[in-house]
């Protein structure tokens, strides 16, 4: 099946500490996007790559790194420099920018609570 | 920057279609309408996108007034699964990035 996989979905772990987040895809995709949820709001980007060994602050970087050193992986941490960490973590892809149609299809999220 | 504007909730009764309204006044000649659904505690699903034509999938229809000022998302027969929050998103073609998702319509399916 392909498909966006992130894990784990509950993640918990106490202040001061960094997380890293998964995210692995099979859709042989170019692109792809970390966004963040909070209760009752829409999604907020944080990065997103377009390329392998290339990434690009979102909106809300402060806090946050990533790396893609892979096409099928763009793990997402979540540092210690952020001041509010819990919140619902999306992971997408897409075909490469560019395209007429870049859909994004997101991966079935992660649940991050600091203690 | 929000640029569609949707209700904030709906109720359907199960079986029946469920017509979603949003209103995107602001639209682009290049951008697209994108409808997404999000269930709770999970990731949003794609639904449908179109630009100019109806367009209508194994999941909904989507219908675009002329103007493309406004747009509806037609769920044929709804069942129970399909109570979810459903965002419209307008976003250009090529060169977009970012998925403005706004606040959505929590639609309920009712039994």
């Known amino acids: 099946d392909g498909g966006i996989t992130q894990s784990p979905k509950y993640l918990f772990r106490k202040e001061g500490q960094n997380v890293t987040l998964s995210c692995e895809q099979n859709?042989?995709?170019?692109?792809m996007y970390w966004y963040r949820q909070d209760p009752g709001q829409g999604l907020r980007l944080i990065y997103y790559?377009?390329?392998?060994?290339?990434?690009q602050k979102g909106d809300i970087a402060e806090g946050y790194s990533v790396s893609r050193e892979k096409k099928e992986s763009f793990p997402l941490t979540v540092t210690s420099a952020q001041k509010n960490p819990t919140a619902f973590y999306l992971c997408?892809?897409?075909?490469?920018?560019?395209?007429?149609?870049?859909?994004?299809?997101f991966g079935p999220g992660t649940r991050l609570t600091v203690l | 920057d929000a640029k569609t504007t949707q209700p904030p909730s709906m109720d359907c009764a199960e079986g029946r279609a469920a017509n979603l309204p949003c209103n995107h006044s602001?639209?682009?000649?290049?951008?697209?309408v994108y409808w997404y659904r999000q269930i709770h505690s999970q990731g949003p699903q794609y639904i449908i996108h179109?630009?100019?034509n109806n367009e209508t999938n194994e999941m909904a229809s989507l219908i675009i007034t002329e103007d493309r000022k406004s747009s509806t998302l037609i769920l044929p027969h709804a069942t129970l699964r399909d109570t979810a929050v459903y965002y419209c998103?307008?976003?250009?073609?090529?060169?977009?990035?970012?998925?403005?998702f706004g606040t959505g319509t929590r639609l309920t399916v009712i039994p």
């Open positions: 602001t639209i682009s000649g290049n951008e697209y």
């Open positions: 179109g630009l100019k």
């Open positions: 998103i307008v976003r250009p073609g090529t060169g977009a990035n970012n998925l403005f």
């Open positions: 859709l042989n995709h170019d692109a």
């Open positions: 997408a892809s897409s075909t490469r920018q560019g395209t007429i149609t870049d859909t994004q299809y």
């Open positions: 790559s377009q390329i392998v060994n290339d990434f």
